[in-house]
């Protein structure tokens, strides 16, 4: 498919009708997003089960009751006296209470507490990593938008070195050939104004998967304007950045509640191979028919029960020695994995404020170069409106213009996505 037929079919779908847009602002694009991201509703799902395996866990120290009836009928048809049939029935309330099991109540409990602390975590850090991806896409909608302007002056301007060469051609005063040239840079333009929109939609298209928006709700980044200051504002100094992050990054923290769980697994572990002790009570009464009355029988086949059972274990196929050393690889896992979190925060953060240095360098020289390609670009139009220079000088100076401005917008808004990021590293949290 040719740029011709590309930019048509942009073009005829750009007329068709399209959903109401609607201004969303980055603080409104967040918020909205922590109430309806699916992902995110999922982590706090985890994080809610994980309260209730806690509250499970403290109910291990309740003791249990429970009621049983058995109700059955004994035929004996051989027997030579007596009834053939009879009727018995028994009923019990029984209680258990677990007196000792080896600390495993108590671990288990502090077990479930930090992981249901460490799922709580999780889900805010999720919050985080949506933050990010959110900034990211904000941006590039912002830069997305700024690209068409810049595409859209670009083609004006084309258009009028066009019209210019159409009455230099008709004087004589430059070829077909160079007019030809010209007439094909304004399509170029044009396309290039279309493709700009086109990526501008797919960026909001992307923003609404992550606000799980339906295709029928349209979205429109609020207009955001960073001063020459603030582009090239210097960042805090890299170390401080890093510490903060460290302190603030939901990720390491849960990575370190996860190797204080694994290491209380451990000990939950242990406390399979160690004596337990239970005690367990009842009350019961029988019944039988034919026989005396219900309440008399009910009353002599009263009884009480209490024990106290020691257990011991000896032998257990390896379950509880396997069952520690598998907690001890999962402590080791989680240890690494916080290593690892450490190390990623410093990597990312280092290539961070490389970016951000070398995309304010870019901005800096970028001005310099639109004001030389903006200077060159007027004095080559002048010339060129009086037929003093040809078509390949006129659209080099017209490419070298446009290539200079998008080079400077594209320096200022990778200079703010990274300012921005090194942000919610260091709080969690930014804002536009």
């Not at 029988?297 to 520690?324: C, H, M, W, Y």
């Not at 360098?361 to 003093?388: I, M, P, T, W």
């Amino acid at each position: 498919m040719n740029k011709a037929t590309f930019a048509s079919i942009l073009l005829v779908a750009s007329s068709l009708p399209l959903a109401a847009q609607e201004i969303w602002s980055y603080d409104r694009c967040v918020q909205y997003a922590k109430e309806n991201n699916i992902s995110l509703q999922q982590t706090r799902l985890s994080a809610e089960m994980s309260m209730l395996n806690l509250e499970s866990a403290r109910a291990q120290w309740q003791p249990s009751l429970s009621f049983s009836t058995t109700q059955g009928l004994t035929n004996t048809p051989w027997v030579e006296r007596g009834d053939k049939t009879v009727y018995g029935s028994n009923y019990g309330l029984n209680a258990g209470w677990t007196v000792w099991n080896g600390g495993e109540r108590q671990a288990t409990i502090k077990q479930r507490k930090v992981q249901a602390e460490a799922a709580g975590v999780t889900a805010e850090g999720l919050e985080t990593s949506l933050e990010q991806d959110l900034l990211q896409i904000y941006i590039n909608l912002l830069y997305s938008r700024e690209a068409i302007e810049i595409n859209k002056e670009a083609s004006l301007l084309s258009e009028a070195q066009q019209a210019r060469a159409r009455q230099l051609m008709e004087s004589g005063k430059i070829s077909r050939v160079e007019y030809s040239q010209i007439a094909a840079q304004a399509e170029q333009d044009k396309y290039s104004v279309v493709n700009a929109e086109g990526n501008y939609a797919s960026q909001c298209t992307e923003l609404k998967r992550l606000l799980e928006l339906g295709i029928e709700q349209g979205v429109e980044p609020l207009e955001v304007d960073w001063t020459r200051d603030e582009v090239l504002a210097p960042l805090a100094p890299l170390d401080e950045s890093y510490r903060m992050a460290l302190i603030a990054d939901n990720q390491l923290k849960a990575a370190s509640l996860q190797a204080e769980a694994a290491k209380l697994g451990e000990r939950v572990a242990k406390s399979s191979g160690l004596p337990q002790i239970s005690l367990n009570a009842g009350v019961g009464t029988t019944y039988y028919a034919p026989g005396g009355a219900f309440g008399t029988q009910l009353k002599r086949g009263f009884n009480e029960n209490i024990g106290l059972t020691l257990s011991i274990p000896i032998l257990d196929q390896k379950k509880t020695k396997i069952a520690v050393a598998q907690a001890k690889v999962s402590a080791l896992d989680a240890d690494l994995t916080r290593e690892a979190r450490q190390t990623t925060i410093g990597r990312e953060i280092e290539a961070l404020y490389t970016d951000v240095r070398s995309a304010q360098a870019r901005y800096e020289a970028g001005e310099k170069q639109v004001e030389a390609a903006a200077l060159s670009n007027d004095l080559v139009n002048e010339r060129f409106n009086l037929g003093l220079v040809n078509a390949v000088e006129l659209l080099t100076a017209h490419n070298a213009l446009t290539a200079a401005k998008r080079e400077l917008t594209q320096a200022k808004f990778m200079t703010m996505l990274g300012k921005k990021s090194i942000e919610i590293y260091r709080t969690n949290h930014t804002t536009l």
